[in-house]
């Protein structure tokens, strides 16, 4: 049984820092492709980073790059997502996804992809 779980979601002043973290189980964590999805409310599901099965790639949203760091901790099973100067626009349900393939460009970022879904830890930013 796979199972994602998201924590490390809170309230944050624009500017500041967040980790969130993703805990899985049912599977080990190195066989998947793994990525951080945001959802608003009223709007599409995005993605906002992701890496791949072997840790050696990543994939982050422009609107993100040089702010978000996806990161693998295999010997825990979890995926980290680091947030810094958050802004205003950030505030969404955070979700992590596992993809049970190899990720490319083109397609991290499409939600239809992923094999797995977390509940979602929600991120406000004022």
């Known amino acids: 049984h796979v199972q994602l779980v998201e924590s490390g979601g809170g309230s944050v002043q624009a500017g500041g820092s967040l980790s969130l973290s993703c805990a899985a189980s049912g599977y080990t964590i190195s066989a998947y492709s793994m990525a951080w999805f945001r959802q608003a409310p009223g709007k599409k599901r995005e993605g906002v980073a992701g890496i791949d099965r072997d840790g050696a790639t990543t994939y982050y949203a422009n609107s993100v790059k040089g702010r978000f760091t996806i990161s693998q901790g295999n010997a825990k099973n979890t995926v980290y997502l680091q947030m810094n100067s958050l802004k205003p626009e950030g505030t969404s349900m955070y979700y992590c996804?596992?993809?049970?393939?190899?990720?490319?460009?083109?397609?991290?970022?499409?939600?239809?992809?992923?094999?797995?879904w977390g509940q979602g830890t929600q991120v406000t930013v004022s």
């Open positions: 996804a596992a993809l049970s393939s190899w990720m490319c460009g083109v397609t991290w970022a499409r939600t239809e992809n992923y094999n797995y």
